[in-house]
């Protein structure tokens, strides 16, 4: 069984950036397409962004598209988001993911996703 750890979560003033990681274990992450979800108070979890399982392929919601990063360090098991330019409405509790289907397309939508991690709170201050 995976166990994937969020990271990197805080307050920010708007505009500012911050960069999530995620650190899986009991599996590698390695064959796997991975994503960032979040959901903010009161309203259901959204997608934000996925890989591939190789690193080759992103996508966005179009509401990150331009501002958020996702990338991957398989050897090192993690994913990343770098998150720039960002705005009050980005509050949320952020979600790293895995797509349990080894080989697989890329997700683009949050019930593709088969494993969670705790999530981690960020924070944006107007």
């Known amino acids: 069984q995976v166990q994937l750890e969020e990271s990197g979560g805080g307050l920010v003033q708007a505009g500012g950036s911050l960069r999530l990681s995620c650190a899986a274990s009991?599996?590698?992450?390695?064959?796997?397409?991975m994503g960032w979800l979040r959901q903010a108070p009161g309203k259901e979890r959204e997608f934000v962004a996925a890989?591939?399982?190789?690193?080759?392929?992103?996508f966005y919601a179009d509401s990150v598209k331009g501002r958020f990063t996702i990338s991957r360090d398989n050897a090192k098991d993690t994913v990343y988001l770098q998150m720039n330019s960002l705005k009050p409405e980005d509050t949320a509790v952020y979600y790293c993911?895995?797509?349990?289907?080894?080989?697989?397309?890329?997700?683009?939508?949050?019930?593709?996703?088969?494993?969670w991690g705790q999530g981690t709170q960020v924070t944006v201050s107007s």
């Open positions: 993911a895995m797509d349990g289907r080894r080989w697989g397309g890329i997700p683009k939508y949050r019930d593709e996703f088969d494993y």
């Open positions: 009991g599996r590698t992450i390695s064959g796997y397409a």
């Open positions: 890989i591939s399982y190789g690193g080759s392929s992103t």
